[in-house]
């Protein structure tokens, strides 16, 4: 049996899979300033394009190859939604980005506000101005601490304006550790002291901020995610609209009308007509396929060929067509033709051209027994 491929749905599918192949070649062949396949997957048509190929090949793959019933249908909810959710997951990025916005800024802020105080509580002691005047202000003791602390510190970095530079404060925090020891001046103490209190908030808001601006950006693996969400999302929609599809047709089934083909060739009269024959049968052939008739193959080994004095028509299977075998008349009951025909909505079957009584009889008892109109032409 050759599995009907179901030409309403198949021939749509394969256009719009031409369409993404032409799409994927050209901005492929074209110079971008984003890789391709993430540039394409956020254009409105190229997502258009993915919904319409994906809702076709649902509606091959779960109507027409493997056809679903009623609980088939509801389990494909879970499938589309989850793959909807998962869509909807990278969402959760852009509102965590946007929560923590303001916070990183507050952070920096305050970051910014400390490396001032630290420059500020530096300055109170190491400023050149309060290096000169530090014998006249101060006892004599803490002077000499002072002056040995400013000689210690004379080569810090400054910036134009006098204030000190990034490097200096880093210079005096390197050696801060070193200078606990050192001095027992209370005046030198205090500061150093104060000097250890900044730095080491300082360094704590440091931290704050860092982890603040991890929250705020988003990593290698959520972009490459996000990239994917809006095809995910195409894709549960399309899943979704072929599952409406679907259902459609289980409470409302398409009624098929089929033209019945024994053994690949059609019968004509054998009494001097045959070329007349032939032109009703190219436009009763030419009629059907306007009017979209479908058509099964049936093979019958058994059938004794037609007699010499009539014309037989080769009619070969298209690649939409039905092919079934048939061993016997006996085993018509459980052949796969009649168990095909169970799951379709026939409303009429045309035999045409066929000679065999047997196969007749049993067509036209079978249509009885299921309901269907058969109509019966033994030659043209």
């Known amino acids: 049996m050759k599995k009907d491929l179901n030409k309403p749905y198949f021939a749509p599918m394969f256009f719009w899979l031409v369409v993404i192949g032409v799409l994927l070649l050209v901005y492929g062949m074209g110079p971008a300033e984003v890789p391709e396949l993430i540039y394409l997957s956020v254009q409105p048509l190229s997502l258009l394009v993915v919904f319409a190929f994906f809702y076709y090949l649902c509606c091959w793959t779960l109507i027409s190859v493997f056809p679903l019933g009623e609980v088939g249908w509801k389990k494909v909810d879970y499938l589309w939604l ?6 909807l997951v990278s969402a959760t990025q852009v509102v965590r980005v946007d929560w923590f916005q303001t916070d990183f800024h507050l952070a920096q802020s305050a970051e910014s506000g400390l490396q001032r105080r630290v420059m500020a509580d ?8 309060q290096c000169k005047s530090a014998p006249q202000r101060l006892e004599p003791q803490d002077a000499a601490q002072v002056a040995s602390l400013c000689e210690r510190f004379a080569t810090l970095p400054r910036m134009a304006d006098g204030r000190l530079s990034t490097l200096g404060v880093a210079q005096v925090e390197q050696a801060l550790e070193s200078l606990q020891g050192e001095y027992s001046s209370p005046l030198v103490s205090q500061w ?19 982890r603040l601006h991890q929250l705020t950006q988003a990593s290698q693996a959520e972009k490459t995610y996000s990239y994917c969400s809006p095809l995910l999302l195409v894709i549960a929609l399309a899943l979704r609209a072929a599952k409406v599809t679907g259902e459609v047709l289980l409470k409302a089934p398409r009624r098929r009308k089929l033209w019945l083909i024994v053994n690949r060739r059609v019968v004509l ?83 045409v051209g066929e000679t065999d009584a047997g196969l007749i009889e049993r067509v036209r008892r079978w249509g009885q027994e299921s309901n269907v109109e058969v109509l019966i032409r033994e030659r043209i």
């Not at 000097?195 to 901020?209: A, L, M, N, P, Y």
């Not at 004794?304 to 075998?325: I, L, M, R, W």
């Open 82 to 87: 989850a793959l909807a959710s998962m869509a």
């Open 122 to 129: 530096i300055d109170d002691l190491l400023a050149p101005e």
């Open 192 to 210: 150093l002291e104060r000097i250890g209190t900044d730095f080491s908030e300082q360094k704590r808001q440091r931290e704050e901020v860092r």
């Open 269 to 351: 009269d054998g009494q001097g007509f045959a070329r007349g024959a032939r032109a009703r049968l190219d436009e009763a052939l030419r009629n059907w396929r306007v009017a979209q008739w479908g058509v099964v193959h049936l093979a019958c080994d058994f059938i004794a060929p037609a007699s010499p004095q009539d014309t037989q028509v080769p009619v070969g299977a298209g690649f939409y067509e039905n092919e079934f075998h048939l061993a016997n008349l006996a085993e018509f009951d459980s052949s796969e033709f009649v168990e095909w025909t169970a799951s379709q909505s026939i409303d009429l079957l045309y035999l």
